[in-house]
């Protein structure tokens, strides 16, 4: 037995429903909860309640929130042996069967960033040649993800998203491009890509290939069922359906015959009764009995204007999508008299042209009513009209709010328009092909459903979602740690070079910073004085016994320190051989990374001078080097 729903998370579901027009009502609720819930974690939100709060004081978090829910993980050819078998059995039965210069038509379903439609596209060039395939081939692409949608019209890779791809495929499919590559823009052309939402938009029609990999998974087996029979609908006779490798059709629906099992291809069951369904929206009343939808109550339901009817006791009787949208109401309050709804006088007093209405029994109408919504100003037309019953009785009262905001910003759009013109000539051409589904006129029929083994797909579907997530993380994971390495390669060879730097002076180098701790000591400096750079970085150095007078240093640094200027100075001393050494000692200040911050340190230069090289006798004295 399922468990109880959630109320809280409804109530969100409804909430986003409302808001913004997305319906997650069909998907299934174990994937649904843990993408809130990691949205949630995200943006510190405790409760259903508090997220949805969160929502509506920051908008811009529904577009994380819907990239969430639907993870777009995809990439060219794959599962290499699915692909295999599409090249060298499916693509040429296709063929065979169509005569020549016959049209195909492909449909890749749910195809995110669009590696699988050009995937198809290049198994279909090779088939058929490049002069066929821009004549006879049209493949449609379609996702719900705009985002993922603008990604594929690019048609943009980088390298690493080509691995699968073989190069001479590389060579003659795609174009180099600021470090990345394009896919051929002749060939592109064939691809056509749009939003469709399986949920509630019709299929593309009179199809001979068919992809929805991985993308019946996120919906409910209601909802699943009835795509299936949508797919069923679009395809030709003895067309294939491609289905991703956890999901199992053939064990819930008699509508596909199983073409090769393994890798989850089917074909279309000509003798089995489908059909294009009419998908509820979840407010809608329940079905007839013999389960099939009331198209009127639907109309009503989707209707693009505002609309609401009360009875003959000026109670809530029915409110559709719109108004449930425009005004803040729920389902929960039909059957509440109007005048303790908020749009019995916002955004004008209704009661008294109900009143008149009433009286007259003829129509009425407000023109150019202004209303300072959530989203700004808008202007209506509001229009009361009766609904008689039996003879001229009035039954109740129809109430239609037309937006007529836009006709105000149309001079506006239509220069926006001529600007974006040439850049929507794609998404045109788009919109054209799902104008064409729009005119064909279906009825829905009856399906018998299959439940077998429900309970083991459903936790198939969801491994398998899981395990999709695990390789975006992996993805992001082996991204940084290339970010790692290479840092880690930048630091190692600027350190070489800072030794090979010192190594090549023939002065002693000593650094230190602004506490006379030694930060450098140079291998000039450890062969004159005998000690190793790991045994005096860190070390006071006016506490070195290295016989040098570095007592006579600290006033010079602490010139230095203080930005002033200060000369060589000559200092006598021995070397690690107790060698009488004479030393030039020349300063210079360390640059902090701020110049306001003053010097960090100073770098000393010594000189050496041995005591035969500076004893020159004259007159029986020592002269000064």
């Not at 499919?173 to 990345?180: A, E, I, S």
């Not at 019953?389 to 328009?417: C, K, N, W, Y």
Request: aromatic residues 8%; negative net charge.
């Amino acid at each position: 037995m399922s468990a109880e729903p959630d109320v809280g998370f409804e109530r969100l579901l409804e909430y986003v429903r409302d808001a913004r027009g997305f319906d997650y009502s069909g998907y299934r609720r174990p994937t649904l909860i843990r993408r809130f819930q990691k949205r949630m974690q995200t943006v510190g939100a405790d409760d259903w309640d508090s997220y949805r709060s969160y929502l509506a004081e920051h908008p811009e978090e529904y577009a994380s929130l819907f990239n969430a829910i639907l993870i777009n993980v995809t990439g060219f050819f794959r599962d290499p042996e699915t692909w295999q078998l599409i090249e060298s059995e499916v693509i040429p039965k296709i063929l065979e069967r169509k005569s020549d210069g016959q049209a195909i038509r492909v449909w890749s379903a749910g195809c995110a960033s669009g590696e699988e439609p050009y995937s198809i596209a290049m198994l279909f060039a090779d088939a058929v040649g490049d002069d066929g395939f821009k004549e006879r081939v049209k493949i449609y692409a379609t996702d719900i993800d705009e985002e993922a949608l603008a990604q594929a019209r690019e048609a943009r890779y980088e390298p690493e998203k080509l691995k699968e791809v073989s190069p001479e495929r590389l060579e003659r499919y795609f174009t180099p491009n600021n470090h990345g590559y394009v896919f051929r823009n002749d060939l592109r052309r064939c691809v056509i890509f749009g939003r469709n939402d399986l949920h509630r938009d019709p299929p593309i029609s009179r199809v001979d290939l068919l992809l929805a990999r991985n993308t019946l998974m996120y919906f409910s087996p209601e909802l699943q069922d009835r795509i299936v029979a949508n797919f069923h609908f679009a395809l030709t006779p003895g067309g294939f359906f491609v289905v991703g490798k956890a999901e199992g059709l053939h064990t819930r629906t008699s509508l596909f015959v199983p073409y090769n099992l393994k890798r989850r291809i089917f074909m279309r069951n000509a003798s089995a009764e489908g059909g294009f369904r009419v998908l509820r929206a979840s407010a809608l009343p329940d079905t007839d009995d013999q389960g099939q939808v009331d198209l009127g109550e639907a109309a009503f339901e989707h209707a693009p204007v505002a609309q609401l009817v009360l009875d003959d006791e000026n109670r809530l009787a029915a409110v559709n999508h719109s108004a449930r949208a425009l005004f803040g109401l729920k389902l929960k309050d039909i059957g509440r008299p109007l005048q303790d709804l908020e749009v019995s006088y916002r955004p004008l007093e209704l009661r008294s042209l109900i009143d008149e209405v009433r009286k007259h029994r003829r129509p009425s109408t407000a023109k150019d009513v202004e209303w300072q919504a959530a989203r700004g100003r808008r202007t209506f037309d509001v229009q009361v009209a009766p609904l008689t019953g039996p003879g001229t009785m009035v039954a109740g009262i129809g109430i239609s709010f037309v937006d007529t905001t836009a006709h105000r910003s149309l001079e506006e759009q239509l220069e926006r328009a001529r600007r974006e013109l040439q850049a929507a000539y794609e998404e045109l051409q788009s919109t054209v092909e799902e104008l064409e589904t729009t005119n064909e006129e279906l009825q829905s029929t009856n399906e018998e459903l299959e439940t077998t083994n429900e309970e083991l797909q459903s936790t198939n579907e969801e491994l398998e979602t899981m395990n999709e997530e695990l390789q975006s993380t992996n993805e992001e994971l082996e991204t940084m740690n290339d970010e790692m390495r290479e840092r880690t390669d930048e630091t190692a060879r600027a350190n070489s070079f800072l030794g090979s730097v010192l190594a090549s002076m023939q002065q002693a180098v000593v650094v230190v910073d602004r506490e006379l701790r030694v930060l450098a000591w140079s291998e000039q400096a450890a062969d004159l004085w005998g000690l190793r750079d790991d045994e005096v970085e860190g070390a006071h150095l006016l506490n070195l016994d290295i016989g040098l007078p570095v007592q006579e240093l600290r006033e010079p640094i602490r010139m230095v320190l203080g930005a002033k200027t200060v000369e060589p100075i000559a200092l006598e001393g021995h070397n690690r051989r107790g060698q009488r050494v004479r030393y030039s000692a020349e300063f210079a200040p360390l640059l902090a990374r701020n110049p306001d911050d003053g010097a960090a340190g100073v770098i000393m230069l010594l000189t050496a001078e041995r005591e035969g090289e500076f004893h020159q006798p004259a007159d029986g004295n020592e002269s000064s080097p």
